[in-house]
Nanobody, 118 residues
Framework: EFVESGGGLVQVGGSLRLSCVISGITFDDYAITWFRQAPGMEREAVAC????????QYAVSVKGRFTMSSDKAKNTVWLQMNSLNPEDAAVYHC?????????????WGPGTQVTVSL
C-alpha cells in the first residue's frame, strides 16, 4: 500500500515536500521512484532512490531543485521540491521496481496533485 501526501497549490518559485509511506515491502529489495504525469503528457520519472543504499538519482529537468530521501525504518520516502515552476505541475506518484532507470513499475500509489500558479 502506498500513502502519498504533501501535494498542493504553490506559487512559482515556491517549495513543497511530498511524502510516501509504503507498506508491505522490504525497502532493501526495491528502488523507489517518484514519477509525475500531467494531463495529456507521458509520465516522467523525476527521482529514484535505491532502497538499500539511499542513493538517489534525478532527471535533468529537476536536478538541483528536487531532493529525494528515504528512511528504511519508516518505509518512507520524501521528495523536497524547490524553485517550482509551472512545468512541474502534475500528479506525483511513488512507485517501486527492482532498479532505478527503468520506466516500468511493479506497483504505484494513487498520487498527489501538485499545482503551480503564476
Amino acid at each position: 500500500e502506498f500513502v502519498e501526501s504533501g501535494g498542493g497549490l504553490v506559487q512559482v518559485g515556491g517549495s513543497l515536500r511530498l511524502s510516501c509511506v509504503i507498506s508491505g515491502i522490504t525497502f532493501d529489495d526495491y528502488a523507489i521512484t517518484w514519477f509525475r504525469q500531467a494531463p495529456g503528457m507521458e509520465r516522467e520519472a523525476v527521482a529514484c532512490i535505491t532502497g538499500s543504499t539511499g542513493i538517489a538519482q534525478y532527471a535533468v529537468s529537476v536536478k538541483g531543485r528536487f531532493t529525494m530521501s528515504s528512511d528504511k525504518a519508516k518505509n518512507t520516502v520524501w521528495l523536497q521540491m524547490n524553485s517550482l515552476n509551472p512545468e512541474d505541475a502534475a500528479v506525483y506518484h511513488c512507485a517501486i521496481n527492482r532498479e532505478c532507470g527503468y520506466d516500468s513499475y511493479e506497483d504505484w500509489g494513487p498520487g498527489t496533485q501538485v499545482t503551480v500558479s503564476l
